[in-house]
């Protein structure tokens, strides 16, 4: 942990990510039409605290690192056949991050 009690940042751009498909009850930072889905970093926008937390005005935990992530539109609604070559770009947070090779 560095001086400043953040981590340094598990992923890097162009690292490709799964967002984990939990579905924990309470205040949420994460699309549900995003989790399970793989995304590609495009930045480490820096250490942040936790928002689920600070929602319930839990303050002074950890910083956790936000990404942003780029997802193919067509990972996040594979049953639309349309041929638009969109994408979205999601800040998220690093707890809600795994390497694409692993399965949530």
Known sequence: MAADGVNPPKFAP???VRVHAWRPPGHVRTPSFV???IGTVQEVAGAFGNPEELAYGRRGGARLT???VLF???ELWPDDRTERKHSVVLDLYE???EPAEETS
């Open 14 to 16: 162009y690292d490709r």
């Open 35 to 37: 989790r399970g889905r």
């Open 66 to 68: 936000l990404y942003r």
């Open 72 to 74: 193919d539109r067509n």
């Open 95 to 97: 707890n809600w991050l």
